[in-house]
Every structure is written in C-alpha cells, then in structure tokens.
C-alpha cells in the first residue's frame, strides 16, 4: 500500500485504466518492479509497513512515488491522461467509416455497407455515389460525397518535391504558380494522403512476426514563430520518434500537440471545478500543459516568468518554457513519452525480443521500462542508454579513433600471438545448442583460430591507413567484431557505479558520427537475464543512435521550415524567416517526412527503402512508383505545355523532366 503524504492526506494513486498503469517502481533489480501502488489510503503508525510513499503534495504540481524497497522515486501519473495520449497516436491507423444505417432504432444501425444480409442497392446519388436500402427500417443513405477534384492536382507531385528539397514555401507558391492559401491547402490535402498511406501498410505490424528488433529513442525540439507582436515568445515543440537500426525504418514519430483540443476551455473548466489546486495527474485535463501551472511553480520559486536568454530545451517536468500555441493544446512530454512507447509495445505486438538504445533524455528510459515492465520481466527486452560528446572537433574525433584502433591492434595481437603458442582460448570454446538459440543476435558469429590467424596476417601487410580504409570481407569483419567484444568484456570486469548507481561503460570502438560513447544497462539482472557475456558484449557492441539521429537530421536538411534557426536571438527571442507561423505546419512536414523516409528514399549504399528491409517484403518496390502510390496512382507530371513557365520579360524557360 501506498503511505500518506507530510500532511496527513490519503494518497490517491491512480487506478489502472485499460490496461495501462505506470505508477509503480521502475528500478529493473528491485522486488517491487511492475509491483503498482494500491490506490487506498496507506496504513499510520510507527508498525506500519507500506511498500511506497507519497512525497511531495502541499501544493507541488510534482508527486514522487517512492520504493521503500530500493530507495528510488519517480513521478506519478495519470493512466487516463496516457490512454488518451495514445488514442491521438493511433487515429491516423483507424479505417475511415463506412456508411450505415441513420436510424438510431434500428437493428443495422452502425452496421457498415454493403452488406447482402442487410441492405440492398437503391441506385445512385447525383455525384455518382452508392445509395443503399436497410431492409429493417426501409431507410436510405449513401456515403460522403466525393471530393471534387482540384485543377491544380498535377502539381502536387511538385509540391511535395519541393517541399523535400527545402525550398521555401513562397518559392514554392511561385514554381508552381499558386497563391500562398492554396499552396497551404495543397500541404493539407499531401498530408492526409501520406498519412493515409503510412496507415494502409502499418495496420499490417500488429500481425507481423518479427524475431528481434534493434530501437533506437530520441527526441528533438522544433520551434514556432510568434504570431502577434504582443508576445513576441518562441512556441517550442518536442517530438519523438524510434527507429530500427538495422533497416531504418521509423515506426513511429509524435508532436506533443493537439489541435483538437482547446487549452483555454480546459484551463477554465479546472478553475471552475477546483482541480487546478490538485496535481496534475488528479485531473481530467492530466496531460494537457495548464498556463496556471506555469504561474503557480514561477511564483513558488520567487520569481517571474521569464524568456529565457539561451536557447529553449526540453523539459521533463512538464513545465512550460515558451508561449502556448495560438490554438489546440501543447501536451505534456512525460504523457507523450509513455504514450508513444505504449504505442510502439501495441503497433509490434508480435515481435519477441526487444533491444532498445535510448538517449540520455530523463524522461525516455524510465517510460519505455514502465510500458515494457512484463516483457522485461520475461527477458523479452534488453535496455541501453547510450550517451555521445556531439561537440567534438574533427581533429578531437580522429585522434579518439585513433587511439581506439592502436588498442585494437594490440588485442589482435596478443590473440594471434596465444593462437600460435598453441593456447586454447576460452572465448572460442564450443557452445551447447541450446545455449546459442538463447544467445542469438543478429551478426553475432564466433570467427575460428584460423580465421583470426588469416586476418592478422593480411593486416600486417597493410599501412595503418589501409588497416582502417580497406575493404572488409565477411571474414575480417567477423574477426574484428569478435575484438570488439573481447574489448568490451575487459571492461565490463572494470565497471564500477558512478554517485548516481549508474554502470556507464565506455565503448572501445566508437565512430567518427558517434565518439566518445558511453552506455550504460538498464535492465542488468544478473544471471536472471539469461544471456552469456559474449552476447551481452555484442549488444554493448551493437549500441548506437544513427539511425534515429539520421532521421532528425534529413527533417532539419530537407525542409527549410524545420531547419534550426542561426544563434543570433537577442532578448532571449528566437525569430528565423523560414520557421512556420502555425504548429500543425510541424505536424504535417514530420509525418510527410517519416512517409518519404520510410517508403521514398535509399540511403546511398542501400538501393532499398527501409520498408523493404523492415518488412522482408517491399510494399514498394521502387522510388518511382512510391512517390507516386503516396499521392495518388493516377497523377501524372504536369505537361510541357501546360506547366510551363513565361516569366515576364523573358524568354520561356525549358519544360521539367518527368518526375523520377
């Protein structure tokens, strides 16, 4: 049971709510891991014994939980707030209704058409659509109408190439000869298309068995323009995303922003009724970011809020550090964390082994090991948190490499030097079967004695530069990965816990994109776990966040609304001539974006998109035929004759090459 607050309050912990509860101790080692708190009142008394105790309340918009067991506290939330969450997560996955029976009393009412048993053809509307007959009331009804079709509808293609290859939207509106409102609707009538085709093919996951996935987690801020001179305020957006690191594939991306909800009818209903003097996770508003809130732990500090001088960051409490939205509802980013992890837990139901590599944001480990507690229970999900210094020169990068490979030379030496003496090393001993099914990864491969004597060999008649620039054979990459870990599990026998109880372990290897690596295991259990030290190395070996920081990145390069802006704000203002005036415009250029990156483009050795390697079997085979699939398979390159250009005072310009 869960103790009372300081004051003598019950402590109401939430209940769960369809089947989603999070408030429990989320240290993996711990007894009480997965173990919720009762929501009754805990018992009083110096006998007393509760397994968690409330701290905070008196006012504090933070609750903590705290385990008794191991000393670790964290954050109450409310499970309603992150069902909800996740329900705008997954709207864009539900199939568009289908026409049924208008008469609340009837027994077909909501049974979708066409359907022999029930309805029956009554004709045709005037537009052409469907009209059915119920046969239990005799009533009649047909579908929404079509769409007209705009006259404009050949230059979405060019639209949506453009808007890839960041040219600004008035330059955009001025290629395509469109007025700046039509253009924006043009963005709109794009977006819904692409989510559409995003959700015909990712309803298939749920039922898509996969063996093991590699995730990557991180987050990245985007920033808004402000609207009126009144306050001239940045709006900053966080979104979150994870991707596999073995196809690329982004398997879900989330804003926390919700134009469908109005933050001002929510702030003045929790004023009316009293809940805005509650916690957040006590009210029906929990993941919505309150203006209140803002004041309230402004004026507990002692201060005003204020713009800060530097440039805004995330932040984890749910505090808000920029303006609201003009519109719609700025959600709180530990509710978006969860929910998206939640989300990705449902989306790939039947995958059986997860490993996840998060960034060293606060907020993602302790949500992604709350959502995944029974698979990690089960040893179903190993978790990594990988830290990496970005701020390092090129000079500082090469030197660390380097030094790296000069300490990998010295290990391929001493194992080909015990080798020759006959030694039988241990870490090439013959393993039972049973023991490699439990220990399979991917490119997890034992190299054998002569394997590792033939690629020391031909090293030693190479030049330091050649060592690390050659072309690598199947062979000599097994051999250095087996190094690795050999690096890797020297290592481990050296870690020891920082202030905090963290085992942070240095990778030997890093890369020229990732240096100074750092990992540390969340979920190390011991010999609960199940794995052997060899695959336990190649999970450290495995670590890396390119995949999803590649993904952040071609947002920033691709379009020009969601480049960062140059540091050169003064007053603590951030204002850039092409960052969107509207939040949804966020919205709509990341997931037109995940669409292309998953489906669209290759990367420059891959002649695949990551759908093809994600799922084994490409939806879309090639480039061509997706960027046309998303838009529309009946749209084609606007004609030399109609799309052509006549600036005035100049000679007309040659027509486009046809869309590739």
Not at 34 to 53: C, D, E, L
Not at 370 to 389: D, G, K, P, S, Y
Not at 455 to 460: D, I, L, P, T
Request: glycine fraction near 4%; charge should be positive.
């Amino acid at each position: 049971m869960a103790s009372s607050a300081e004051g003598g309050e019950p402590n109401p912990v939430p209940d769960e709510y369809i089947g989603i509860q999070v408030n429990f101790c989320r240290n993996p080692t711990c007894a009480n891991f997965g173990v919720p708190a009762s929501p009754q009142p805990a018992a009083r008394g110096p006998g007393a014994q509760n397994v968690y105790t409330r701290i905070g309340g008196g006012g504090r918009l933070e609750v903590n939980l705290k385990c008794h067991a191991c000393g670790s506290a964290y954050p109450i939330k409310s499970n309603r707030g992150i069902f909800e969450e996740l329900v705008r997560m997954e709207t864009y996955l539900h199939p568009a209704a289908r026409p049924s029976c208008r008469t609340p009393t009837c027994p077909n009412y909501g049974e979708p058409a066409p359907d022999p048993a029930r309805y029956q053809s009554h004709g045709r509307t005037k537009s052409g659509k469907p009209r059915f007959e119920c046969r239990a009331c005799g009533r009649t009804f047909s579908s929404k109408a079509r769409t007209r079709r705009s006259p404009y509808s050949d230059n979405e293609p060019w639209i949506f190439r453009h808007l890839l290859n960041k040219v600004p939207f008035r330059r955009t509106a001025e290629l395509n000869q469109l007025f700046p409102h039509t253009l924006y609707r043009k963005i709109d009538l794009i977006h819904r298309k692409c989510a559409a085709f995003a959700a015909e093919h990712e309803r298939k996951l749920p039922h898509m068995t996969f063996e093991r996935l590699y995730l990557s987690t991180d987050r990245q801020m985007f920033a808004v323009n402000w609207s009126s001179r009144r306050d001239r305020t940045n709006t900053m957006l966080a979104s979150i995303a994870t991707a596999d690191n073995i196809s690329r594939y982004v398997f879900g991306a989330h804003l926390n922003f919700d134009p469908t909800v109005d933050a001002d009818a929510a702030e003045a209903d929790a004023i009316s009724n009293g809940e805005i003097l509650l916690p957040p996770y006590l009210r029906h508003s929990a993941r919505i970011l309150l203006q209140a809130d803002q004041l309230r732990k402004a004026a507990r500090k002692g201060r005003k809020p204020k713009t800060p001088k530097r440039r805004p960051k995330a932040s984890m409490d749910g505090a808000i550090i920029s303006r609201p939205p003009d519109y719609g509802a700025q959600i709180s980013d530990p509710y978006v964390i969860h929910a998206h992890f939640e989300f990705l837990r449902r989306l790939l139901a039947r995958c059986r082994t997860f490993r996840f590599y998060l960034d060293p944001d606060p907020g993602l480990w302790p949500a992604c090991l709350a959502m995944f507690h029974r698979e990690v229970a089960t040893n179903q999900v190993e978790a990594f948190v990988v830290q990496i210094q970005k701020n390092l020169t090129r000079p500082e990068r090469e030197k660390t490499i380097a030094e790296a490979w000069a300490l990998f030379e010295v290990y391929l030496t001493d194992i080909n030097d015990r080798i020759a003496r006959g030694e039988k090393l241990g870490e090439l001993r013959e393993t039972a079967a049973d023991q490699i099914i439990a220990d399979w990864e991917a490119d997890l491969v034992q190299p054998t004695p002569e394997d590792i004597a033939d690629v020391f060999a031909r090293r030693q008649a190479m030049t330091k530069r050649e060592r690390r620039k050659a072309a690598q054979d199947k062979q000599a990459r097994d051999v250095e990965a087996f190094v690795r870990r050999l690096m890797i599990r020297a290592a481990m026998k050296r870690l020891r816990a920082n202030k905090k109880g963290e085992f942070w372990l240095k990778h030997p290897m890093p890369r020229l994109d990732e240096p100074m690596k750092t990992i540390w295991r969340l979920t190390d259990r011991g010999s609960v776990s199940g794995l052997s030290d060899d695959s336990i190395a190649h999970l450290y070996d495995r670590a890396s966040l390119h995949a999803i920081d590649n993904y952040f990145q071609l947002a920033r390069r691709n379009f020009s609304a969601l480049e960062r802006a140059p540091n050169t704000a003064r007053r603590g203002r951030l204002h850039y001539i092409y960052m969107p005036f509207d939040p949804m415009t966020v919205v709509r250029l990341l997931d037109m974006h995940r669409v292309h990156f998953n489906f669209v483009k290759t990367g420059r050795t891959a002649r695949r998109p990551p759908c093809a390697s994600a799922w084994r079997t490409a939806p879309i085979r090639r480039k061509k035929s997706s960027r046309r699939s998303i838009l529309s398979r009946r749209l084609r390159p606007p004609s030399p004759s109609a799309r052509r250009l006549r600036p005035h005072g100049r000679r007309s310009q040659p027509s486009r090459v046809r869309l590739r």
